[in-house]
C-alpha cells in the first residue's frame, strides 16, 4: 500500500537554530514529491514539487531534496514566521492523480 | 496571483441535511479536486474530475456525495444527507494538468454537523 510517512510530529526550534524534517514514502512508481506549508484553519501553500532522485530546490531558508525513499525539508536559520505544519504528499503511479499526504510535521519556532 | 477560492468558510448544518461546498478554481486549469481533513488528522483524497466527469474517487466518496462544475468558473461539492462523521475541513484543489502537475489548494471550508 503506498503510504508516506513524516517525522517528527512536532518540532521546537530556536531562532536561528537549523534542522531538517524528514518525510519517507513507499509508493510503486513515484510521479512527484510535494511539499506544503498549512498554517492553523488555513488550505496547505505549496512550497516545492521534486520529480527525481537527486533533485534539490530551494526558497528563502528552505531547501528540499529527494532521494529514492525519502525527501528532507532542510530549514536554514529559521525565524518565528517560519512557525506551521509542514506537510509532505506523493502522486503515485500513473492512473491516479491523487495526492497521498503525510500527517505533517508541526514547527514552532521561538524567538 | 491566481488563486483558488472557497466559500463559505464555515458552514454549520444539523445532521440528515444536504450542503453544498463551492469552489472557484484557477481559471485555466482543468483538473480539479476535493479533499478533507478532518480535526487533527492528515489530508484525505476524496475526488478528481476532468472534462466534466469524475476521473477518480476514493471510497470516503460514497453515494452521499457528488460533484458538479455548474458553469465556467464553479466546482461544487454536494453532502445529500450529511452524517456527524463528515465534519472536517474540505479542501478544493485545481491542477493545469493531472499528470505530475502541482495541485493549488484553497483555503477550506469548515463543515460542522450537529
Known amino acids: 500500500e503506498d503510504q508516506v510517512t513524516q517525522s517528527p510530529e512536532a518540532l521546537r526550534l530556536q531562532e536561528g537554530e537549523s534542522s531538517s524534517l524528514n518525510c519517507s514514502y513507499t509508493?510503486?512508481?513515484?510521479?512527484?514529491l510535494f511539499w506544503y506549508r498549512q498554517d492553523p484553519g488555513k488550505g496547505p501553500e505549496f512550497l516545492f514539487t521534486?520529480?527525481?532522485a537527486g533533485e534539490e530546490k530551494e526558497k528563502e531558508r528552505l531547501k528540499a531534496t529527494l532521494t529514492k525513499k525519502e525527501s528532507f525539508l532542510h530549514i536554514t536559520a529559521p525565524k518565528p514566521e517560519d512557525s506551521a505544519t509542514y506537510l509532505c504528499?506523493?502522486?503515485?503511479?500513473?492512473?491516479?492523480?491523487?495526492?497521498?499526504f503525510g500527517t505533517g510535521t508541526r514547527l514552532k519556532v521561538l524567538a | 496571483e491566481p488563486e483558488v477560492t472557497q466559500t463559505p468558510s464555515h458552514q454549520v448544518t444539523q445532521m440528515g441535511q444536504e450542503v453544498i461546498l463551492r469552489c472557484v478554481p484557477i481559471?485555466?486549469?482543468?483538473?480539479f479536486y476535493w479533499y478533507r481533513q478532518i480535526l487533527g488528522q492528515k489530508v484525505e483524497f476524496l475526488v478528481s474530475?476532468?472534462?466534466?466527469?469524475?476521473?477518480?474517487k476514493s471510497e470516503i466518496f460514497d453515494d452521499q456525495f457528488s460533484v458538479e462544475r455548474p458553469d465556467g468558473s464553479n466546482f461544487t461539492l454536494k453532502i445529500r444527507s450529511t452524517k456527524l462523521e463528515d465534519s472536517a475541513m474540505y479542501f478544493c484543489?485545481?491542477?493545469?494538468?493531472?499528470?505530475?502537475?502541482?495541485?493549488?489548494f484553497g483555503p477550506g471550508t469548515r463543515l460542522t454537523v450537529l
Open positions: 509508493v510503486s512508481g513515484l510521479r512527484g
Open positions: 481559471s485555466n486549469h482543468l483538473y
Open positions: 521534486l520529480y527525481s
Open positions: 474530475f476532468y472534462n466534466n466527469e469524475i476521473s477518480e
Open positions: 504528499a506523493v502522486q503515485a503511479p500513473s492512473g491516479t492523480y491523487k495526492y497521498i
Open positions: 484543489a485545481s491542477g493545469r494538468d493531472g499528470s505530475t502537475d502541482t495541485q493549488y
